[in-house]
């Protein structure tokens, strides 16, 4: 079925009908269907148990009316065999089935479903088309409620003590999907133990889904019960007042956590590749997709929970560390893509087509598609229009090309999503078709339109055939655009010599290029040189120094030491950075530049810090640690304060790292001296992943874990050589003070704001100080400005593993541009009319990329199109028209005008 685009003519003309169950619910369907859990692209699937040709070896209707020829009933398996000189084996995982659990009543009650089926039903491609209605009776419900940690942090009924690291994220954004779906206030609770949202901007996530009524209850659920006479679920429990409470609900969301299939638990096996107790890949701190099969290397869910951000940061890190031993094979088995002649549409009239997108219920459930496709075939110069349910899938993509071959199109329209994360996908469709990828327009009805404008399909409806109407009217006056070939310097230049920045380095240095590695300080390591333990028990120290060494034998690396930039010139592939160490300064010139810059830990002003002796800090303890001091082994009581610093107004977000780092300090004073006692006081515990290990290990070993809130943070005062520390106890509802000897704050990790860097780069910074990615999912190790990448806690605080993945992937995505010859330059950018040019400077002034100067001898502005990004700063301040964004030119935005307003 691989050929599947999701037409529906097989199930149309199939003549089985089945009576399926989806969740206790009767569901009517085909013999062949879409199964309920399939995410896009959709394909169809056979019921062979229904099917009549397995049955009786009759029939074969689908394929006999499948146009795709996605169907072939005489198809036999294959088995081919390939020559590779590495494995990346990213298997993902499977969504826990909690059936098991009897008291949550999954099995016997239709409205308790798990997370992914909540998924499903909120998709335009579930079995409700995505509308909001609970199994039993397609009733829109009034209160829903999830319960977390289903098939996570649990020892006693599943064997996963682990945490599944989304679960709490994916339920806050269920929350907020389902309350927009939903046509009357919906009532959201959410049960929870620990809410661990300690991604980049999750907290804020969070936080603003409690702003806008969410409910969020720290209380484990033990029993869900059906309300006799109904569908209703209820539950009861408990709070911090140990009141037992009630209550009813419409629908039951059971968080499901993630595991490892058996299939691939016995792929592993074959293959040698040891796992853990848990069946994901046993791996080390320090090379985080390597298995214990050499050439083997894994990434996603596969090494152990995750999201997609850091998924798909492991998988470009997988890709750098599976091609390093294979970098003197580059291009010797590699096959040029055949792309069509260009067809010269100069002297034709448009032949416009258009293509309306349904995006599922993000655009059709507001809009009404087929009555704006049919609107589409009325403007002018459309010859052709049709609506799709997923214009972005690789079926329809595949069928566009012909489309346009066909019926002999030259301009394409989609009115669809943004042009942000798709328009280069459908450029690449009109080269597969010989046209121009500049002969195209995109229509964004969903953000523009289907998002705002949801509670008045009319409207929406009506706007979004304003949109195609608008986008067709530039159509008509686009024309071809060209780009031009520039040489790539091979090599690169890594910003910050921490762990993240050599291993970018030799990343790239393993496959071949020249790296130069910029380091403000007389050493490298970084925070690593500080810092005691990785989270599996691996003593940095002899990490980094063997690292150091590795970097400094290195033939292709170049280590500038108290050096700093002073000014960056160029652009993708082709770089001139200044580099000063105060005596001397030097050029060097590079394809591509990572920032590796790092961050550090906060210095607080409260709770005695830099006042008493007993205060320190996480990186402090662990050079107590390291020396031994006496401190240490003397210590009878020690407290931990998480959050100094974090998850407050002045900095909104979870530092990530200081749960985990204040349990293993933790640990080790236990290991050191077992009768000491051990105080952690916290506001949620994220020890995310495989981390919460150390936390069971903790409480087992006798560390006490006292939450406390916000607006009630503990009290620390002077007590000679100790501290008192004052906190209120939650569970006993009272007062209590502990006379520590030492108290360690967990404070935040803070970013270096290296504004003066950015500038240079021309790269963003977010609120916080953090560098910005060009997409958290789809690009979280580049930049919008071509050729610059970034990795570790420049990026945003995290462990030593994942700051080792993201600076390999880094290398990888700067591997896409050194390993080219060549690069295309042009399309898109702005161009000078000398004529109408004054010389005012007011286009030079508003560039954001530094891609325009002034030529003396002429007077006049000049662009530089490889710095050129297409923004149009430029073409709107010039007061003389002067400058023409190629692509938006002035006639085609006033046809546009024109058109909005006709």
């Not at 943070?713 to 030492?742: H, M, S, Y």
């Amino acid at each position: 079925m691989d050929k599947c685009i999701a037409c529906g003519t097989c199930a149309e003309k199939c003549p089985k009908k089945v009576d399926d169950i989806y969740n206790e619910s009767l569901i009517k369907r085909k013999a062949i269907y879409v199964p309920y859990s399939q995410t896009v692209p959709l394909k169809y699937a056979i019921d062979e148990e229904n099917c009549i040709f397995f049955k009786k070896g009759k029939c074969r209707a689908c394929e006999k009316f499948c146009e795709a020829g996605a169907i072939n009933f005489d198809e036999q398996e294959k088995e081919i065999t390939l020559n590779v000189g590495s494995i990346i084996l990213a298997p993902g995982f499977k969504s826990f089935d909690p059936s098991k659990y009897d008291t949550y009543s999954y099995s016997s009650m239709p409205n308790v479903v798990t997370s992914l089926e909540f998924e499903r039903i909120l998709s335009a491609t579930g079995p409700f088309m995505g509308h909001l209605v609970r199994p039993s009776d397609n009733k829109e419900p009034n209160k829903v409620a999830w319960l977390q940690c289903v098939g996570s942090r649990d020892v006693n009924r599943c064997d996963n003590g682990y945490c599944s690291s989304v679960c709490c994220m994916y339920a806050i954004k269920q929350t907020v999907i389902a309350r927009e779906h939903s046509k009357i206030p919906l009532d959201c609770s959410v049960f929870y133990m620990d809410m661990r949202t300690h991604g980049k901007d999750f907290d804020r996530y969070y936080e603003n889904a409690k702003k806008d009524g969410v409910k969020f209850v720290r209380s484990r659920i033990h029993t869900v019960e059906p309300v006799p006479g109904t569908d209703d679920v209820s539950v009861h429990y408990t709070e911090d007042d140990g009141v037992l409470k009630e209550e009813i609900f419409d629908m039951f969301v059971l968080s499901t956590g993630l595991e490892t299939d058996e299939n691939v638990v016995a792929l592993s096996e074959r293959l040698g590749i040891e796992l853990d107790e848990y069946h994901f890949t046993q791996t080390d701190s320090f090379h985080p997709v390597s298995t214990s099969v050499p050439g083997i290397y894994a990434c996603g869910a596969f090494t152990g929970p995750k999201d997609i951000p850091l998924s798909v940061m492991e998988a470009s890190a997988a890709s750098c560390a599976a091609t390093e031993r294979l970098a003197s094979a580059r291009n010797t088995q590699t096959r040029e893509l055949e792309i069509p002649p260009e067809k010269d549409v100069s002297r034709e009239p448009p032949k416009i087509g258009v293509f309306v997108c349904n995006c599922g219920i993000n655009i059709g459930g507001v809009v009404r598609v087929p009555e704006v496709a049919e609107y589409a075939r009325t403007l002018p110069n459309v010859v052709y229009a049709e609506e799709n349910l997923f214009t972005c899938s690789q079926d329809t993509q595949d069928k566009m090309t012909e489309v346009i071959k066909e019926q002999d199109l030259n301009r394409v329209v989609v009115a669809a999503c943004t042009p942000k994360t798709h328009e280069e996908l459908f450029q690449e469709t009109l080269i597969n078709a010989g046209l121009n990828k500049y002969l195209f327009e995109m229509a964004n009805i969903r953000n523009h339109d289907s998002w705002v404008h949801s509670d008045d399909p009319d409207a929406a409806t009506e706007k979004a055939k304003d949109l195609v109407r608008m986008s067709v009217a530039k159509a008509g006056l686009i024309s071809p655009l060209t780009q031009t070939d520039l040489g790539v310097t091979h090599a690169g230049l890594v910003v910050g010599g921490g762990i993240a920045g050599m291993t970018a380095a030799l990343s790239l240095a393993h496959q071949g290029y020249p790296v130069h590695i910029i380091e403000k300080s007389d050493s490298l390591g970084g925070n690593g040189n500080r810092v005691l333990r990785a989270y599996k028990g691996e003593e940095v120290a002899s990490f980094v120094e063997e690292m150091v060494k590795e970097v400094e034998s290195e033939e292709l690396v170049t280590v500038h030491m108290n050096s700093t930039i002073t000014n960056v010139d160029g652009f993708v592939g082709n770089f001139k950075t200044d580099v000063s160490n105060g005596s001397s300064s030097e050029t060097i010139e590079h394809g591509v530049a990572i920032l590796a810059t790092g961050a550090k830990e906060y210095k607080p002003d409260e709770y005695l810090y830099g006042e008493h002796g007993a205060v320190v800090t996480h990186l402090e303890m662990d050079e107590l640690f390291r020396k031994n001091d006496p401190r240490v082994e003397k210590a009878g009581d020690v407290v931990f304060i998480q959050c100094v610093g974090s998850r407050d107004e002045e900095r909104p977000y979870c530092s990530k790292v200081c749960c985990t780092h204040s349990v293993e300090s933790a640990l080790e004073f236990k290991r050191r001296n077992p009768k000491v006692n051990v105080y952690i006081l916290y506001r949620d515990m994220r020890t995310y992943g495989k981390r919460e290990d150390l936390y069971r290990e903790a409480r087992a070993e006798g560390v006490l874990f006292i939450r406390y809130s916000l607006d009630e943070k503990p009290v620390v005062t002077a007590d000679g050589d100790r501290v008192q520390v004052e906190f209120r106890d939650p569970i006993l509802d009272r007062r209590l003070a502990v006379k520590a000897d030492i108290l360690c704050l967990a404070t935040a990790i803070v970013s270096h704001k290296d504004t003066a860097l950015t500038q240079f780069f021309k790269v963003p910074m977010d609120a916080d100080g953090w560098l910005l990615e060009a997409h958290q999912k789809l690009r979280p190790v580049d930049f919008p400005n071509d050729g610059v990448f970034l990795c570790g806690m420049a990026h945003y605080p995290k462990p030593i593993d994942e700051s080792i993945a993201q600076a390999k992937a880094a290398a990888s995505r700067a591997l896409t541009f050194l390993t080219l010859e060549n690069i295309k330059v042009g399309g898109v950018v702005s161009e000078i009319i000398p004529e109408l040019c004054s010389g005012c400077l007011g286009c030079i002034n508003v560039c954001p990329y530094g891609a325009i100067t002034f030529d003396d001898e002429k007077k006049i502005a000049v662009v530089n199109q490889a710095l050129c990004k297409g923004c149009g700063a430029c073409a709107a301040a010039c007061p003389c028209e002067a400058p023409v964004l190629m692509g938006f030119n002035n006639e085609q935005l006033y046809a546009q005008i024109k058109s909005a307003l006709a």
